[in-house]
Antibody
Framework: QVQLQESGPGLVKPSGTLSLTCAVS?????????WSWVRQPPGKGLEWIGE???????NYNPSLKSRVTISVDKSKNQFSLKLNSVTAADTAVYYC??????????????WGQGTLVTVSS | DTQMTQSPSILSASVGDRVTITCRAS??????LAWYQQKPGKAPKVLIY???DLESGVPSRFSGSGSGTEFTLTISSLQPDDFATYYC?????????FGQGTKVDFK
């Protein structure tokens, strides 16, 4: 059973870069086609940030596209998120998830436990 | 973007009640819709995909229906473990988008 685990700094300064990694265990990262990042500001709803194919292709939410980079490292069985020029509005719980077990299976399952990132000086 | 609108935002109910949550899409998404349950401090968990397919291990009291722009999630008999927030999500076109959530709490 595939499990996901997010890691990275819990505090980032304004104008800095948020960097998170999602480690995939219980199977190869190639077992699923697509891997995503989703965030949730405290007390609010869910926002899809973007996704990476195990071959390296990406799709991003246009609302964040200019600041986001998602990449995959097959050798480490993990994928990563970088969000630059952060502000307090980027404070959220960040989740990684799989969303592409087969062609049309673009819902999110499974999810990591989530990690809270606070943007503050 | 395809906007997803859920109603109601808050639903007060009792154990044993039949509960229905509606999700409307701003454009047709065929049946490319999933429903999630989220409890405080936890990641969302998929309940339904492709509008009406029940995820393995999810109790049969959960069901989904709809196509095009209007969808419903029904809990046939609300159980104590079902008090949570529910989200719909479309995966018909980029960017993938979620509804704003429906919180089911105790009446």
């Amino acid at each position: 059973q595939v499990q996901l685990q997010e890691s990275g700094p819990g505090l980032v300064k304004p104008s800095g870069t948020l960097s998170l990694t999602c480690a995939v265990s219980g199977g190869s990262i190639s077992i699923s086609n697509w891997w995503s990042w989703v965030r949730q500001p405290p007390g609010k709803g869910l926002e899809w940030i973007g996704e990476v194919h195990h071959s390296g292709g990406t799709n991003y939410n246009p609302s964040l596209k200019s600041r986001v980079t998602i990449s995959v490292d097959k050798s480490k069985n993990q994928f990563s998120l970088k969000l630059n020029s952060v502000t307090a509005a980027d404070t959220a719980v960040y989740y990684c998830a799989s969303n592409g077990w087969f062609g049309s299976s673009r819902w999110f399952d499974p999810w990591g436990q989530g990690t809270l990132v606070t943007v503050s000086s | 973007d395809t906007q997803m609108t859920q109603s109601p935002s808050i639903l007060s109910a009792s154990v044993g009640d039949r509960v229905t949550i509606t999700c409307r899409a701003s454009q047709s998404i065929s049946t490319w819709l999933a429903w999630y349950q989220q409890k405080p401090g936890k990641a969302p968990k998929v309940l339904i995909y492709k509008a009406s397919d029940l995820e393995s291990g999810v109790p049969s009291r959960f069901s989904g229906s709809g196509s095009g722009t209007e969808f419903t999630l029904t809990i046939s008999s609300l159980q104590p473990d079902d008090f949570a927030t529910y989200y719909c999500q479309q995966y018909n076109n980029y960017p993938w988008t979620f509804g704003q959530g429906t919180k089911v709490d105790f009446k």
